[in-house]
């Protein structure tokens, strides 16, 4: 199993409160990404990074913030969490070569109240 | 903007039985990547089966195959022998290999097995 781990694995958290989740991968990947799942909507692409300090958006990055200090940690911060940010968060990496794949980690079930 | 369409929401077969679950695509690149994963309850992401775009022929993975269309833009996949831990969520997902390397997915089909 390719090294990523996501912490925490369940949080609860208040309306307006700061949310940071993280990212750790031990494979030396240069692409990583965070993505939300929702019913009915898949996999949806917050942000991305394509090496340290290089991010970039993705179609769902509002009220979201990254940061990629180095290699093996992916940091997702939301900034003020609302209702609507309630759901299951997936970091994925990936080195694409001839043998292209994208390694999830386990997920991160976020309830905002 | 690349985007994937998976037209139905849910899908059942008997077991042992062959079902397609389609996937449309839409890239202006013209060399890219295709997936399919699997997403058991556990809610692990398993990769399924991968196909290169500069690639003519279709990908097989034991049971599991697909029927690459490049000019209709279509990456369907096929189970064959349907089993039931073959119950699952599956994605299609599209990378371009050159560019921003955004990887990206469709909405899901929920399979159901029927014993």
């Known amino acids: 199993d390719a090294g990523i781990t996501q912490s925490p694995r369940h949080k609860v958290t208040e309306t307006g409160t700061p949310v940071t989740l993280r990212c750790h991968q031990t494979?030396?990947?240069?692409?990583m990404y965070w993505y939300r799942q929702d019913p009915g909507h898949g996999l949806r692409l917050i942000h991305y990074?394509?090496?340290?300090?290089?991010?970039d958006k993705g179609e769902v990055s509002d009220g979201y913030s990254v940061s990629r200090s180095k290699t093996e940690d992916f940091l997702l911060t939301l900034e003020s969490a609302t209702s609507s940010q309630t759901s299951v968060y997936f970091c994925?990496?990936?080195?694409?070569?001839?043998?292209?794949?994208?390694?999830f980690g386990q997920g991160t079930r976020l309830t905002v109240v | 903007a690349q985007t994937v369409t998976q037209s139905q929401p849910e899908m059942s077969v008997q077991e042992a039985e062959t079902v397609t679950l389609s996937c449309t695509y839409d890239?202006?690149?013209?060399?890219?990547?295709l997936f399919w994963y699997k997403q058991p309850p556990s809610r692990q992401m398993i990769l399924v089966i991968r196909q290169e775009a500069y690639k003519q022929q279709n990908a097989t993975e034991n049971r599991f195959s697909v029927n690459f269309q490049k000019a209709a833009k279509s990456f369907s996949l096929k189970i064959s022998d349907s089993q039931l831990g073959d119950a699952a969520m599956y994605f299609c997902?599209?990378?371009?290999?050159?560019?921003?390397?955004?990887?990206?997915f469709g909405t899901g089909t929920r399979l159901t097995i029927i014993p």
């Open positions: 994925a990496i990936s080195e694409y070569t001839g043998n292209t794949e994208a390694f």
């Open positions: 494979e030396n990947h240069r692409y």
């Open positions: 997902a599209l990378i371009s290999n050159f560019g921003n390397e955004k990887l990206t």
């Open positions: 890239t202006s690149e013209s060399d890219y990547y």
């Open positions: 990074s394509y090496g340290v300090k290089d991010t």
